[in-house]
């Protein structure tokens, strides 16, 4: 049994346990403390007000999730002030031992040791990942997050990847017309400015915009909330049209890894998972000319953890780059 301190640090909360790994990698987590990283001025503080709440003898060695690059000399966060230098950043906690990884590739860590029935079949054929291949790991959360898991003779290999900012590419008319909308505010149209959370938001608007409709103007998650509710007719619309190019670049991103196995994972995809079944997400995920009827045998499955995060950073801890 191996004892740390696993970490989830995102733009807006920071949340830590204890874990212990067992001999097949596998992690148990303590008591989660959730913090507003907008109530400290840094990691470190965050950190000891952990350290003071959790009380004892902690372990000497932490796995941290960041909801951004890694390898930088300088890591800074999305919607934060926090500055990190992984150089310094195991003295400046008093470890001894320290991993760090991206957010998404923590999940994808999750992912490969989460037990079956964590991994519900939405679509496709009911087989196991392969022995050999990729499995491709996605979700919409602040951007579009993407890994993959490349299983060898059973082994799992995570690769972090930034697949959320390839190019965004339209299917039928009114998304080349959303298209030139959204080129006209970001020039360059990643596959993130359609499908994440602000992703609904800028759909809804093009939209509006290109059918000169009368809408009402609503933050993220009060639109996140009317679509998923059905109370705005409108909104809904816009998520139909979300879920649409979610299946459309899920099926890309599962082409590009190799198409064995698709893992939707993250909140929103959890908060639609009843959803997905009456839009158009499976149709246009199979929706790839001379591989149709491949792609329509390929598993989807959805993740399913209240904490992922910290389960998969815990895993990544004795993981080597």
């Known amino acids: 049994m191996t004892d740390i301190i696993a970490a989830d640090i995102g733009g807006t909360n920071a949340r830590f346990a204890r874990a212990r790994l067992d001999e097949r990698?596998?992690?148990?987590?303590?008591?989660?403390r959730k913090y507003?990283?907008?109530?400290?001025?840094?990691?470190?503080?965050?950190?000891?007000?952990?350290?003071?709440?959790?009380?004892?003898?902690?372990?000497?060695?932490?796995?941290?999730?960041?909801?951004?690059?890694?390898?930088?000399?300088?890591?800074?966060?999305?919607?934060s002030s926090w500055m990190i230098r992984p150089e310094t950043l195991d003295e400046e906690l008093g470890l001894k031992q320290m991993r760090l990884v991206n957010d998404f590739e923590a999940v994808a860590h999750a992912?490969?040791?989460?037990?079956?029935?964590?991994?519900?079949?939405?679509?496709?054929?009911?087989?196991?990942?392969?022995?050999?291949g990729g499995v491709t790991v996605l979700g919409p959360g602040t951007g579009l997050g993407v890994a993959m898991i490349?299983?060898?003779?059973?082994?799992?290999?995570?690769v972090a990847t930034e697949g959320g900012h390839q190019d965004f590419a339209p299917v039928d008319p009114l998304e080349d017309k959303i298209l030139d909308y959204l080129r006209d505010k970001f020039l360059r149209v990643s596959t993130e400015r359609m499908v994440s959370g602000p992703g609904l938001n800028n759909i809804y608007k093009a939209m509006a915009t290109i059918g000169h409709e009368r809408v009402m103007?609503?933050?993220?998650?009060?639109?996140?909330?009317?679509?998923?509710?059905?109370t705005d007719e409108f909104a809904r619309a816009a998520f139909e049209r979300f879920c649409l190019c979610y299946g459309s670049v899920a099926g890309d991103l599962a082409l590009a890894h190799g198409p064995h196995a698709v893992v939707l994972a993250g909140g929103?995809?959890?908060?639609?998972?009843?959803?997905?079944?009456?839009t158009g997400f499976h149709r246009r995920f199979i929706a790839k000319g001379r591989f149709e009827s491949l792609m329509a045998t390929v598993p989807i499955r959805l993740a399913l953890h209240e904490e992922i995060g910290l389960y998969g950073a815990a895993a990544a801890f004795r993981e080597t780059k």
């Open 25 to 32: 990698n596998v992690p148990s987590l303590g008591k989660v």
């Open 36 to 79: 507003k990283v907008a109530d400290f001025p840094s990691l470190q503080a965050c950190w000891a007000a952990f350290v003071k709440d959790e009380g004892g003898d902690l372990p000497q060695a932490a796995s941290i999730a960041f909801a951004t690059a890694i390898g930088r000399d300088v890591i800074k966060l999305t919607n």
């Open 111 to 132: 992912v490969a040791r989460l037990p079956q029935e964590n991994l519900p079949l939405l679509f496709g054929d009911d087989r196991p990942f392969p022995r050999d």
């Open 150 to 158: 490349a299983f060898d003779d059973g082994e799992p290999h995570i």
């Open 217 to 230: 103007l609503m933050d993220d998650a009060e639109l996140w909330q009317a679509a998923v509710d059905g």
């Open 268 to 278: 929103l995809t959890q908060r639609m998972r009843h959803l997905l079944p009456q």
